[in-house]
DNA sequence: GGCCAGGACACCA
DNA sequence: TGGTGTCATGGC
């Protein structure tokens, strides 16, 4: 089982090449980004960073001091603008009030009590903490996604009512257990299902997948 | 003009 | 515990 996961990781890597996530210059960028990107489309997000730059608060400080509406309104183009400037507020308190500002030693802490420490932020779930754990602090953990969900299910080696705890754990057992891996194939994996994986085609058509799609829809 | 996008939370039965 | 509604912009 676990040539399976990392002879679909070879496939898609030798067809769609390295995919260099996280797109993000700094670790704090990442984080940054994971939260603005949460059921939404990166090109949306790239427009709220770039205001973010912009302004020269893309830092712990800047994003610290800002009011909560004025932040708001430099991520519109990201949606969910209020919540999400809620969210990063909750993220730079917490980040200010246990580490100072220091996104290093908040790094520096064990992978699992770094993520219930992510998960008790308002705001971070499962798969921003996850993401948050693996491309910004290089811990070797598997992010799973809508796609992954999607993706697996129509390979028929998950059920389709599994949970994200479930995919994770399913991703991690079947796949060595190393931060590359798990950064590149996550990548991929978002690649395909952009490309060839959507909602509403019922399989993978014409990618080097489709002989092992089910002919169904989820 | 509808569907969808690199989720999470609140509320209710 | 599981299902549903809400948050919202922008590309296709």
Known sequence: MKKDL???HDDLLARFGPQHWWPGDTPF???IGAILTQSTSWRNVERAIANLKKQGILNP?????????ELALLIK????????ARKLKEFMNHLYQNYDGDLDRMFSRPTDELRQELLSIWGIGPETADSIRLYAAGKPV????????RIYSRLGLVDEGIDYDGLKDYSEKNLPRDAVIF???HALLVKLGKEHCRKTKPV????QLEKRCRKRKI
């Open 6 to 8: 990392l002879e679909i």
């Open 29 to 31: 960028e990442v984080v």
């Open 61 to 69: 400080e800047g994003l610290h001091r800002i009011d909560e509406k």
């Open 77 to 84: 183009s990201a949606g969910y603008y209020n919540a999400k």
């Open 142 to 149: 598997f992010v799973a996604d809508a796609y992954t969900k």
């Open 183 to 185: 950064n590149e194939f």
């Open 204 to 207: 993978c058509c014409g990618c």
